[in-house]
């Protein structure tokens, strides 16, 4: 009984630990107090559930070394993509932890659920926001809140991975008000890129033509990559990866 309230007592710590820890790392990426939909966790609905369960199947062993967390654009490496995931991304035992539709607030739900525990990958990979840019849904800054969120809990939870965000990418023909809300979001997160644990890429001009339009055989939706586009992506940021990573 004495050992048992000794454990409970020493998780008690541990988690009171925590909770202060990623207190002090919000204040120091500017969020004290702010409670803005892209900030407070939120979780979605059935198939969603089902893919959360299956990442945490997927890290349950702890031997991940590469994560890659987003929406549908991440997602997509399971199907338009697969190519480049199993050639890039495979033999760094990856894991995709990207969903169909979520938005800043959904992944910090999937963080404060278990994707991150228990492992301790080399390199985490993020691209998210578009979807919190429909509209008036959140401000550029607000979107960037959610992008600094999400780091701060990385950097609590995983203090030894490197994270590399990735500015937001390109949407829609031509240049609007909504692709230049996301650049924005993507500047102003960039802010907390220290270059020893965050560091930014912007690799969006690769997707443009010289015009500044987004080519329909790049992202045939003008949102989502094709195997073109996915392999744009990884070939872009590979030089990054292999240097974040520590390899030769």
């Avoid at 988690?15 to 207190?23: M, P, S, T």
Wanted: aromatic letters at 8%; glycine letters at 10%.
């Amino acid at each position: 009984m004495k050992r048992r309230l000794l454990t409970l007592a020493g998780m008690c710590l541990l988690v009171f630990i925590l909770g202060g820890c990623q207190d002090a790392q919000k204040d120091a990426y500017g969020l004290a107090g702010k409670t803005h939909s892209a900030v407070v966790p939120s979780d979605r609905f059935s198939w969603w559930g089902q893919r959360h369960q299956k990442v945490l199947n997927e890290i349950a062993d702890g031997d991940v070394d590469l994560i890659y967390v987003g929406d549908s654009i991440t997602h997509g490496f399971e199907n338009a993509g697969k190519e480049m995931w199993a050639r890039y991304y495979t033999p760094r035992k990856a894991v995709n932890m990207g969903f169909g539709g979520d938005r800043t607030q959904h992944v910090l739900w999937r963080f404060d659920h278990g994707e991150i525990d228990g492992i301790r990958p080399k390199l985490a990979i993020l691209m998210i926001g578009t979807n919190n840019s429909n509209g008036d849904d959140n401000t550029a800054e607000e979107i960037a809140d959610g992008i600094k969120a999400i780091c701060a809990e990385m950097r609590v939870k995983l203090p030894k991975t490197k994270i590399l965000i990735l500015a937001i990418f390109p949407r829609g023909e031509g240049p609007s008000a909504q692709r230049e809300k996301n650049a924005q979001a993507s500047k102003l997160a960039s802010t907390i890129a220290d270059g020893k644990h965050i560091f930014y890429l912007d690799i969006n001009d690769k997707f443009l033509d010289a015009n500044g339009n987004l080519p329909r055989d790049i992202m045939p939706d003008l949102l989502h990559p094709n195997e073109k586009g996915y392999k744009i992506w990884a070939e872009a940021i590979e030089p990054t990866v292999k240097e974040l990573m520590g390899e030769k």
